[in-house]
């Protein structure tokens, strides 16, 4: 099963007089990068899940966070901050003084506006002891991942599709090209004789054994039925990546440039209008392929 590198999935949970939302996605890359943001204050909660996504996860770029607040009936207790508060009632006072001496007389202020001042009411410390807190999001984690790599494999099950419809028509390619290939031959083998006539009407000493040897180089060159057979053999063995349980992407990047060798090879040794149509509709295939393959884990 062709498993891709592009997911999505987002929970929600409560517990432990917490409430929190997962939100992980992923694309494609070379190795695994996993990105985690997650509240430092809960201990060891990072380190846990990335173990975890290391154990599901081969390769992509995810990002996971994860975010968490308390629950409205369990609300953090507010307190005052006396240095604040100290601080800002001097203020006030040297204020009153200084409006005093100038003759400018100042609306009484209320406790209210003394408590609006940033940084005199402060939130109660989060609780030092995150154990339950860990052990509920964790528990939560499992479900998440299941839904992330229900995902990654429904988006495989589309690229398994248009890669294998693309290999569909790289068969049909090479085997137009073994058509192509097959009239071609005669018409060079005519060719090859009228060269070798002129030859050996124009030169007065030509060597029997040179010539062969160059005729032989010249055939090699414009055989292109070992392309063909590379093609399809290269072709089986894509459908049997498609068909392999775990990650075949790395194995699939490579199989596409062998690929694409091959029809540079066509290209280059057709010869013939039609056979090169070929080669470039293979290359266009191919290209196309590669592009697919990318997201393959």
């Excluded at 050996?200 to 414009?222: H, I, K, T």
């Excluded at 992407?249 to 490579?254: E, I, M, N, T, V």
Aim: aromatic share 4%; glycine share 8%.
């Amino acid at each position: 099963m062709t498993i891709s590198m592009t997911g999505f999935a987002a929970a929600k949970g409560q517990g432990c007089g917490y409430a929190w939302a997962w939100d992980i996605r992923s694309v494609n890359g070379k190795g695994l990068d996993l990105r985690i943001r997650v509240p430092d204050w809960i201990d060891g909660l990072e380190s846990a899940i990335r173990a975890e996504l290391g154990r599901a996860l081969q390769r992509g770029n995810v990002n996971l966070t994860l975010k968490v607040s308390r629950e409205a009936a369990e609300a953090e207790a507010l307190s005052i901050n006396a240095a604040a508060l100290a601080g800002v009632l001097a203020a006030l006072s040297q204020v009153e003084r200084a409006a005093l001496q100038a003759g400018v007389t100042l609306a009484q202020g209320t406790a209210a506006d003394v408590l609006a001042v940033r940084g005199v009411m402060e939130a109660g410390a989060v609780e030092a002891d995150t154990t339950a807190l860990r052990a509920a999001l964790l528990n939560d984690l499992p479900a998440l991942l299941s839904d992330f790599t229900a995902a990654r494999a429904a988006e495989g099950a589309a690229l398994a599709a248009v890669i294998g419809a693309q290999l569909d028509s790289i068969t049909r390619l090479t085997a137009e090209g073994a058509i192509e290939a097959a009239a071609r031959r005669d018409v060079a083998a005519q060719t090859l004789r009228d060269g070798v006539a002129r030859i050996m009407a124009s030169a007065e000493a030509a060597d029997p054994a040179r010539l062969a040897q160059e005729l032989a180089l010249m055939a090699v060159r414009q055989d292109v039925t070992e392309e063909l057979d590379r093609l399809a053999a290269h072709t089986q063995a894509a459908r049997a990546l498609l068909a392999e349980a775990g990650p075949v992407g790395r194995k699939f990047d490579f199989l596409t440039q062998e690929f694409m060798r091959e029809a540079n090879t066509l290209c280059a040794k057709s010869q013939a209008r039609a056979l090169t149509r070929i080669g470039l509709d293979l290359k266009t295939v191919i290209d196309q392929m590669r592009e697919q393959v990318q997201n393959v884990e």
